[in-house]
């Protein structure tokens, strides 16, 4: 979705306001179903950032990532803020997926450890967000951020509220692990 | 440094290794200073997600951010990745103030937490890092994120690990506020 | 509140329910200021482990507390616990201090920095803490623990939840610093 | 370890020297196996707060404690510093499971995420900590706080230093979850 040439690149993005008034109609789960396939536009800051989210399903979501030259600090190294982003994003879907129609949240908090450094040799990244608990009006969840050789470099988690207009507590996915 | 029609940028940054090698041999509020002046390439992230370095002292970095279209999530607000992103840069610079050449330092963890959305009308926003403690192996800051009117965004801290070779320990700035 | 002779000591604490009767029915600084009074009797834990609200003003709490070897950890120091029950304190009583009766607030979560080893050598700590953003649903607040000399031990920050029943959103607090 | 009659408890605890010597000469899990056997002493604020080691092997350590009046804050549930008191135990005997005779450890940073209030009904909860990431410098732990129908009452994620005098950096234990 971006086209790179030296270092130069094209970004291109769609308006995001369809896909969040979609947001508002349809489930969690559905409307992120739908974002994979493709069927509604991805998030501007997806394009922006060059990734997407690979799979998702009830209190899990993971997005991939290439790290490229254009996501450097400047002391040589990947900046922190990508795999803040991708935690955010993995994260805050993890818990949207347990959210029915009519349902939204916002991200109150997020925690980020940092593992080790990335760079543009690292290769393709996946980050796993999961769901711990989604209550009646706080949701947590967690996430790691791995390469292809299941490497860790880093993991997170968040805090969310929760907005149920009328809707009664109920409390999901608080097992033991 | 970025040029936008409709929803398409041209976005072009610059080599960070020289700038990289700059830091190794400059004390950090020096390298700071030479960015701030453009004297030394920004980070390529900053020229992605536009955000740049308005002020730097000893102890303190300001970055300076206005969010837009391609900053947005897909649920119609700026994504939270851009706020850890200049918190992440405000309070990694702050602490790299602190540190004579020959020092390195790199972030541990960071902690956000988000007051209030943003969006493409929110206008410029101020992200401001400030060291809490710099000792021989950590490092803490702290940092605010507001905009021209002083309302506050989101607030944030976060550990660095400092790479002292054959240095002794030292602590600086952990006066009570 | 506790006697001790070698390493035995007698902990003696009051009935926590008339107490957080009276917590319902008095606006949170009105309640507060009664405990440093010693109108209202303080929190069992405070019995416990030996510590005490030592000023309290609108978005502002103070405890201070001596450790004692009955704080340490099996390694040689004060647990992290201590630290973590004082700040916990500092920022929920500044966050209480903001409220008016009838409103309750629960801690969502808790990040603490600790920056060097306490003792029973360190003497007298203060853990000051202040609110940082006091809105409709959430509220913020951040503190720090320091000696007498005005040693920096530690630093936190924490989330509320604010139980405003039928009360519209309002935002105190939030300035730049 | 503490006799409880009304409101008043008698706490008894131990010399920790002898405890923090044996940390010093012995492997962490060898040491941690015998405080859970009572070969070495507790730490003194366990036996204050009444919780104690149940479980450790390799990455892994579990605290027990059952929640009583005298934990209590002054708004009638169970003070947030014990759960955090657990939880710092719980991760940092994780992480020194991990570690060989010499090597110590200190926790940088905590948070925590509190989901349901606990209070003296509760009954007894079990804090399980794992160890995420063991680097040269670095260690990453995270835990979770559960009643015994496995009921999640908070989550917590640490930060620990590691002193590894003369030795190389080496990684355990990162592999995808």
Avoid at 14 to 37: H, T
Avoid at 122 to 144: D, N, P, Q, S, Y
Wanted: charged content about 25%.
């Amino acid at each position: 979705m971006g086209e790179t040439t030296e270092r130069t690149r094209i970004v291109a993005w769609q308006d995001p306001l369809p896909g969040s008034e979609a947001a508002r109609e349809l489930g969690g789960l559905e409307y992120l179903r739908a974002i994979a396939r493709g069927e509604l536009p991805a998030a501007p800051i997806a394009d922006l950032m060059e990734f997407s989210l690979s799979e998702v399903e009830e209190g899990r979501a993971v997005f991939g990532c290439v790290p490229a030259e254009y996501h450097y600090n400047p002391i040589g190294t990947v900046h922190g803020g990508l795999a803040c982003t991708l935690f955010d994003s993995a994260m805050g879907c993890a818990v949207h997926t347990m959210l029915p129609a009519g349902v939204a949240y916002t991200t109150v908090e997020l925690k980020v450890n940092f593992l080790r450094p990335i760079t543009s040799e690292t290769g393709r990244l996946l980050c796993e967000g999961k769901a711990i608990h989604v209550g009646g009006r706080i949701a947590t969840a967690e996430a790691r951020l791995y390469d292809e050789a299941d490497k860790l470099y880093g993991h997170a988690t968040t805090t969310c509220m929760i907005f149920r207009e009328g809707s009664k507590e109920r409390s999901v996915g608080e097992s033991r692990r």
